[in-house]
Structures are given as structure tokens and as C-alpha cells.
T-cell receptor, first 114, second 116 residues
Framework: AQSVAQPEDQVNVAEGNPLTVKCTYS??????LFWYVQYPNRGLQFLLK??????LVKGSYGFEAEFNKSQTSFHLKKPSALVSDSALYFC????????????FGKGTKLSVKP | GAVVSQHPSRVICKSGTSVKIECRSL??????MFWYRQFPKQSLMLMAT?????????EQGVEKDKFLINHASLTLSTLTVTSAHPEDSSFYIC????????????FGPGTRLTVT
């Protein structure tokens, strides 16, 4: 079964510092991986995806993620955090066995303090 | 762009009544839409996959007679919560595949349902 793990419930970062939100996955075959962000009482916004190609994927709002096949990880990173980055972040894998629905990690709350 | 809307954004209903939530893809056609449910401080759980012109596929444990899904057109899917109970109170989010090879799902803003 495919699954996604986000080991941290919450990540606290000072504004201007780099941030990392961790994600590991378990899939059979090549994974399709995604990061989404959710602000309070809102739907999910797409940040970036890895389908194939370069392991370093750049996305929206200055975020990037590195696909590491040997470590089965897809950590989300940003060189310099903003207070406005504070939100809930979800890592997801596309369920190949279905019509393309996503399997989500439990989410990581990012808190960026001024 | 690829915009998905949901209506209503918030709804309060009484126990025993039914409520319909609409999900629309505004600027693209979506042959497949997904309905998720999110409990407070938890992840999204897939409820069902909605296909235009055919019956929805429900995930294990989701009552198809309680959560009626209709995907009548390529831009509209509806979720009707029938005979709602307080335990149905939740945040319901839909998403749609744009198609092609992007593999991206575009999410609606969600609907907060409160059953009193």
C-alpha cells in the first residue's frame, strides 16, 4: 500500500531562517509526489510536484523540494522563511491504483515567528 | 488558471435534514472529481471519486446512501449529505483533475458543515 509520512506535527522557524518540512513515502514503482499548503478554513493550494526528471523541484512562493529516491524522501524547503508562510503543509502521493486520487500525509503545521 | 469553487462555504443545518454542496471547475472540464473530508487538525480523507456520467466510487467505510454524489456535467459535482447528524459536521473539500499529464489536482476552498 502506498503511504506518506510527515514525522513532524509542527515546525517552528524564525523569520529569515531556512525551513524544512519533512516527508517520506512508501510506494511501489515510481512515485508522483506533491506538496500542498492549507491556510485556516481554506482549501489546499498546490505548491509543487515531482513526476520525473530533476530531483530538485521548484515551486510556488519560493518553495522547493528534493526528491531522494534512496532515502524515499521529498522534503520541502525554503531558503528564507516569511511569517506569511505559516500554514499547514501536506505531502501527498498519487494513488496509481485508482483514478488519480491523492494519499495525504497527516500534515505539518509551520509556524514562522518574526 | 485552474479554479475550483465550492458552494456554500459554510452551512448550518438541523439534525435530520439534508444539505447539498456544489463543486465546480470554473475554467476547465473535469471528468474526475474527488470528495475529501477533513476533521479538525487532521489530514484529508478521500470519501469518493466522482466520474462524469457514471456512478461515484466510494471508499471503504463511506456510506453511499448517506453521502450522495452526482457528477452531472464536466464542470459540476454535488455532494448531498442526507439525514445529517452532528457527527457529520466537518470540513468537506472537493478537487478536480485538469487532465492531460499534469497530474495536479485543483482543490476547492472547502465547505464547513455544522449539524446542530
Amino acid at each position: 500500500a502506498q503511504s506518506v509520512a510527515q514525522p513532524e506535527d509542527q515546525v517552528n522557524v524564525a523569520e529569515g531562517n531556512p525551513l524544512t518540512v519533512k516527508c517520506t513515502y512508501s510506494v511501489s514503482g515510481n512515485p508522483y509526489l506533491f506538496w500542498y499548503v492549507q491556510y485556516p478554513n481554506r482549501g489546499l493550494q498546490f505548491l509543487l510536484k515531482y513526476i520525473t526528471g530533476d530531483n530538485l523541484v521548484k515551486g510556488s512562493y519560493g518553495f522547493e523540494a528534493e526528491f531522494n529516491k534512496s532515502q524515499t524522501s521529498f522534503h520541502l524547503k525554503k531558503p528564507s522563511a516569511l511569517v506569511s508562510d505559516s500554514a499547514l503543509y501536506f505531502c501527498a502521493v498519487r494513488d496509481r491504483g485508482s483514478q488519480g486520487n491523492l494519499i495525504f500525509g497527516k500534515g505539518t503545521k509551520l509556524s514562522v515567528k518574526p | 488558471g485552474a479554479v475550483v469553487s465550492q458552494h456554500p462555504s459554510r452551512v448550518i443545518c438541523k439534525s435530520g435534514t439534508s444539505v447539498k454542496i456544489e463543486c465546480r471547475s470554473l475554467d476547465f472540464q473535469a471528468t474526475t472529481m474527488f470528495w475529501y473530508r477533513q476533521f479538525p487538525k487532521q489530514s484529508l480523507m478521500l470519501m469518493a471519486t466522482s466520474n462524469e456520467g457514471s456512478k461515484a466510487t466510494y471508499e471503504q467505510g463511506v456510506e453511499k446512501d448517506k453521502f450522495l454524489i452526482n457528477h452531472a456535467s464536466l464542470t459540476l459535482s454535488t455532494l448531498t449529505v442526507t439525514s445529517a447528524h452532528p457527527e457529520d459536521s466537518s470540513f468537506y473539500i472537493c478537487s478536480a483533475n485538469k487532465g492531460g499529464s499534469t497530474y495536479e489536482q485543483y482543490f476547492g476552498p472547502g465547505t464547513r458543515l455544522t449539524v446542530t
